[in-house]
């Protein structure tokens, strides 16, 4: 009985989140269309961003520790929204044990790890920062002739 209450109420908030997503996507659209004006030159955007482009390297040249950190960075960014998702999927196992030991038990070891696994993704970040600033610095400079 109560799994065709929780089915029902997921169906439900599940054609909710379609229909707002319907109603809400011409407003998306009409948004979008200002884009177009939005990134030309001598914009809103490219005035505001003055002639260093507000502080980012609009050079388009990247030397090899840029390149190394940005892949580590978005590596290590999309591993803890991973662990986010677990930790989330953890909670809502929790929610829905209803007093069930083995669910609830299942639930704690998923957030366990998701923290666990956190922890170990902000460390490497850190090290991985650590070791591109310091080290990095002195042996990864381009060479001038």
Do not use: H
């Not at 439900?12 to 998306?28: A, E, K, M, R, W």
């Not at 490219?46 to 482009?53: C, E, H, L, M, T």
């Not at 070891?109 to 990095?136: D, F, K, T």
Request: proline share 1%; net charge neutral.
């Amino acid at each position: 009985m109560g799994k065709i209450i929780n089915l029902k109420i997921t169906k439900n908030l599940f054609l909710i989140l379609i229909l707002s997503f319907i109603i809400l996507s011409p407003s998306f659209c009409n948004a979008a269309g200002n884009l177009l004006d939005a990134f030309g030159k001598n914009s809103p955007l490219d005035q505001a961003a003055g002639k260093d482009g507000a502080g980012y390297n609009t050079s388009g040249v990247f030397g090899v520790e840029s390149m190394i950190s940005l892949i580590i960075t978005t590596a290590l960014s999309f591993i803890g929204v991973i662990f986010l998702i677990l930790a989330i999927y953890g909670g809502y196992i929790w929610m829905l044990a209803r007093g069930n030991e083995q669910e609830v038990e299942k639930a704690k070891q998923i957030i366990q790890n998701a923290i666990i696994g956190l922890v170990v993704v902000l460390a490497a970040y850190a090290i991985s920062w650590y070791v591109i600033n310091a080290l990095g610095a002195t042996t990864l400079k381009e060479a001038t002739s």
